[in-house]
Structures are given as C-alpha cells and as structure tokens.
C-alpha cells in the first residue's frame, strides 16, 4: 500500500505520479532491447519532476526541474504508476523529507542512484516501484561491486545547493535555480560516456530539525 499522508481528500488534489525515463547516451538505441540500457529517471508528481544527483556536501541531493527537461540526458518515455490525492502542500512536505534521506554526497551509481530515489517515491505514494528494466544495470552491476571502484559519482555540483522556500501561493511559479555541472565521466569505470551538459535545477530543502 502506498503511504498515507493525508485523511483529507478534494478532487482538485487528484494527480498522476509519473515516471519519466531519459537515455544517458545515445547508445540505449543498440542495448536498451536487450534490457541493458543506461537510464537516469525522475518522477513527476503536480506539474513538477523530482530526481536526485551527486554532489560533494552532506546536504539534499533531490532536485526540481520541468517534467520531460531534465538537463544532461535524453527523454525516452513517460510511464504511469497511478494517482494519489495529495495537497500541493503536502506532496511538498513529503518531498522534503525524502531530501533528508537522500543527501547529495551519499549519491552511488551502483546502489543509491537516481533509479533508487524514484523507485522510493513511487513506492511510497503509490505501492508500486518502477520497471525493473529502468534501473537493471545497478542490480547487476551490484553482483560485482567488490571489482568496481568506489568512486562512482555520476555528477558533481560545483557549489553549496541553493534552495527553494515553497509556499502554497507560489506551488504553480518556477522554483530559483542552480547552475549545476556534469563532470566527465570515464567510459571504461563508469560504463557511461563522458558528459559534458550542464543545465539548471533547484534542490529541495530539507524541513529543519527540532
């Protein structure tokens, strides 16, 4: 069963959860039939897209960006998981708690990878995780993890995330943003081709602590 958040129910809170699939390199033409592709994901909840990415400080990894833009990849697909009836405000207290477990320099390619995060989300809101095939090349890979090196960050922010106070009144306004860039990436190590896109996105705030 998927978490509930809320007792209250209003029709205008009906949203889908949608995950959205993009190709890290052009090469999942060639394997992605084979169930080998290389995919990073993001999930789409109230008009908004959420994922999650590395970078050096022990702070929120979970960023917002339009649903289908997210910069550095290529969108594949769309994939319905379901609907939930959740306020804006609410899904956004949810979001934010999920930033708490998902720091940005806790990010592993082979077992807490964007994949993950979404997978976790789904799961919470809906019952449901994401396709298998999505997220494939980690499980295997995790089969082999003692000959893999421990430095697999796929991205790495450049500065301390800047986050965005969200309110109610401006659930619908863009969020501030962030420039982030994408490191190189060894082809050979990391099974992924070097990346070179940067693009903006705005991380989401941890709730503070008591």
Not at 36 to 65: C, D, N, R, T
Request: include cysteine; aromatic fraction near 10%.
């Amino acid at each position: 069963m998927g978490a509930q958040h809320s007792s209250r129910t209003n029709p205008e809170w009906e949203t889908q959860v949608i995950l959205n699939v993009y190709d890290l390199t052009p090469a999942n033409s060639y394997t992605a039939w084979c169930g080998l592709g290389i995919f990073h994901s993001g999930i789409e909840v109230h008009g908004k897209e959420y994922g999650f990415g590395a970078h050096e400080f022990p702070a929120s990894g979970v960023f917002e960006v339009e649903p289908r833009s997210c910069p550095g990849f290529i969108y594949r697909c769309s994939i319905s998981l379901g609907h939930i009836n959740m306020a804006r405000s609410d899904f956004r207290l949810f979001i934010e708690h999920m930033a708490s477990e998902y720091h940005g320099d806790t990010y592993h390619l082979i077992s807490k990878n964007c994949n993950h995060f979404t997978s976790d989300v789904a799961f919470r809101l809906t019952g449901k995780t994401i396709p298998g095939w999505v997220n494939r090349l980690a499980r295997l890979g995790s089969l082999c993890s003692c000959i893999l090196p421990e430095s697999l960050q796929v991205t790495t922010v450049k500065q301390m995330p800047e986050y965005h106070d969200f309110s109610e009144e401006d659930s619908t306004e863009s969020a501030s943003t962030v420039t982030t860039e994408m490191d190189d990436i060894d082809q050979e190590k990391h099974l992924l081709p070097p990346q070179e896109a940067a693009g903006e996105v705005s991380f989401i705030k941890e709730p503070e602590k008591n």
